[in-house]
């Protein structure tokens, strides 16, 4: 039997989906060891083979199949639009991706204006304004700290995820519009969904049966 591959999201999401495989018998001791600075671990009774990535990675790896599955946030999943299956919404790290700024910006997106809009995901924000609004935008990458964006005057607006709202508070900014709700998703490879149909099938309903 050849080892499956699981390429899992480091930060926020790793805890709660290590806590979800853990409760769906198909954890990893291993992983827990926090000061271990091995990058792959083994769940031989299984053989199952782990690892922690960049959340913007983990759709990669299991593009590529160097992971058979992966667990990534909806975020991730819709910005890097690549060719993998979504299987389960496993439903923790619930958060909205949305349209945020001063609250005098929300005029701005009532008529069709042409705003700056700053996010770390110009993918999900062109599909956003061009498709569904209709709005011609100019959008604005940046890499983190994207509500500094419309305080300092680089963008009027920002696109961006909302979690407990607390960022957007301490600034003075407010949500104007909803994109969509996010949370972290199940993906698999798609070779490996025909190859490992049966393998993959247990492991998908093991972690259905435990959120
Ligand atoms: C995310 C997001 C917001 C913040 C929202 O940033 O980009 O800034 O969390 O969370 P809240 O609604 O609970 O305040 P993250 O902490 O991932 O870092 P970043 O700003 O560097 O992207």
Do not use: W
């Not at 080892?3 to 495989?21: E, I, N, S």
């Amino acid at each position: 039997m050849r080892y499956l591959t699981f390429a899992l999201t480091k930060g926020r999401l790793a805890d709660k989906t290590l806590a979800a495989l853990e409760k769906s018998g198909i954890g990893c001791d291993e992983m827990k060891d926090k000061s271990s600075r091995k990058l792959i671990f083994v769940n031989e009774e299984y053989k199952l083979k782990f690892f922690l990535a960049k959340g913007p990675d983990v759709p990669t790896y299991v593009e590529h199949g160097a992971a058979d599955i992966g667990v990534s946030g909806k975020d991730i999943i819709m910005e890097e639009n690549m060719n993998i299956y979504e299987v389960l919404d496993l439903r923790f790290g619930a958060c909205r991706m949305c349209i945020c700024g001063p609250k005098e910006a929300g005029e701005l997106l009532k008529h069709h204006e042409m705003i700056k809009v700053a996010t770390k995901y110009p993918n999900i924000c062109k599909d956003y304004f061009y498709n569904k609004k209709h709005q011609t935008v100019d959008i604005i990458k940046l890499n983190g700290s994207i509500e500094l964006a419309p305080i300092v005057g680089l963008s009027d607006v920002i696109c961006d995820i909302v979690e407990t709202g607390s960022t957007l508070r301490e600034n003075g900014l407010v949500v104007l519009e909803e994109v969509c709700p996010l949370s972290a998703r199940v993906v698999v490879n798609q070779v490996s969904m025909r190859m490992e149909a049966e393998r993959i099938g247990k492991i998908i309903n093991a972690l259905k049966d435990n959120i």
